[in-house]
């Protein structure tokens, strides 16, 4: 099924593994890094897109953990250059599943090209929804996260997530930035009209490169033995990442009373509709990216699926990747 995606022009590459708390029964790759390019070789990295946000969340909920951040603190508390936001009396919360009332994937870039215009921006954007009555996945309340978890700090969100979740998880791969000699390995995104180029060890997300590669909802790279480390600690509870209930408060679905089905910084499995199919369990939970990237996690049946593909390259026009990602998960279980 998944080299058929590619022969159809889904991708040019694909990688996946599907395993329990023991790790993968069943891994591969097939393809190449990009059209015409070299052979994927199972080291390859791949833009997580917005796969970042949930390893942003473990993040903040480590944080949580350790009593530097609360559920309930507001984005005004922490972020004094909002204290006058519309945003101002949100919570980390409703940040983090995405009831915040923030609008979804604004193009703050096309009209503020530095970090400083875009981030003035972002203070500004109107509420959609009253807080709490509706769900709007927004990119935008997870570049307030990565704010936020800095001021709490004083540390940079990379330098959080190396000590927070890379270190602890000996993830030696999964970084912001990619250097020189990892970008010789990454597989290929889209052909940028905006950059003039196609995007290669960069971070496909364009607010993203906005505010420096490094943001709370996108950016991060990793490869497929890095997401089976992190699949196989969340099937074993969050350790050594989160102490015993902190994974089961951040996995528990928290709008199921409203349109869709959201954890903290996770995606429910969603009755009608989900990314994944309908083969996972009510309690299962993952994350998916713009890129073709996705982690899902079923605690009850202890298992997991990784799918990574460059679904935009060359471009991002939407050619079947959907209906193959569905059939994959439903295969995978």
């Not at 889904?10 to 993968?24: E, I, Q």
């Not at 972020?79 to 945003?87: G, Q």
């Not at 202890?302 to 990747?321: D, I, W």
Request: hydrophobic share 40%; net charge negative.
């Amino acid at each position: 099924m998944l080299e058929d995606g590619r022969a159809r022009g889904l991708y040019s590459g694909v990688a996946w593994s599907l395993g329990d708390a023991a790790g993968p029964y069943d891994r591969g790759w097939t393809g190449t890094r990009a059209l015409g390019g070299p052979a994927l070789d199972g080291h390859d990295l791949w833009d997580l897109a917005s796969v970042t946000k949930a390893l942003v969340g473990l993040v903040v909920m480590a944080l949580v953990d350790r009593g530097v951040l609360g559920l309930d603190d507001t984005v005004g508390r922490h972020l004094a250059r909002y204290s006058d936001s519309p945003h101002a009396a949100r919570t980390v919360a409703q940040l983090l599943d995405h009831t915040a009332g923030l609008p979804g994937g604004v193009p703050l870039y096309r009209d503020h090209p530095t970090r400083e215009s875009l981030l003035q921006a972002l203070g500004s954007l109107p509420r959609n929804a009253e807080p709490g009555t509706h769900v709007t996945y927004s990119s935008q309340g997870f570049m307030l996260l990565g704010l936020i978890a800095e001021q709490a700090t004083g540390r940079g969100l990379d330098d959080l997530m190396t000590g927070l979740v890379r270190a602890p998880l000996g993830l030696a791969d999964t970084r912001f930035r990619p250097g020189p000699a990892d970008r010789a390995r990454a597989v290929a995104t889209e052909a940028c009209t905006w950059r003039g180029r196609t995007v290669t060890g960069e971070v496909h997300d364009e607010n993203a490169v906005v505010l420096g590669g490094v943001a709370g909802h996108a950016g991060l790279f990793s490869t497929l033995a890095d997401l089976e480390r992190l699949a196989g600690c969340l099937l074993d509870g969050g350790r050594p990442l989160l102490g015993p209930g902190t994974l089961a408060v951040m996995t528990a679905p928290r709008t199921d009373h409203l349109n869709l089905r959201r954890a903290l910084a996770w995606q429910g499995q969603d009755p009608v509709g989900s990314p994944v199919g309908d083969g996972f369990g009510a309690a299962s939970y993952g994350h998916t990216g713009f890129t073709g990237t996705s982690v899902w996690i079923d605690p009850e049946a202890g298992r997991y699926a990784v799918l990574l593909t460059n679904r935009v390259h060359p471009s991002r026009e939407e050619r079947g990747f959907t209906a193959l990602r569905r059939e994959f998960h439903t295969i995978g279980t």
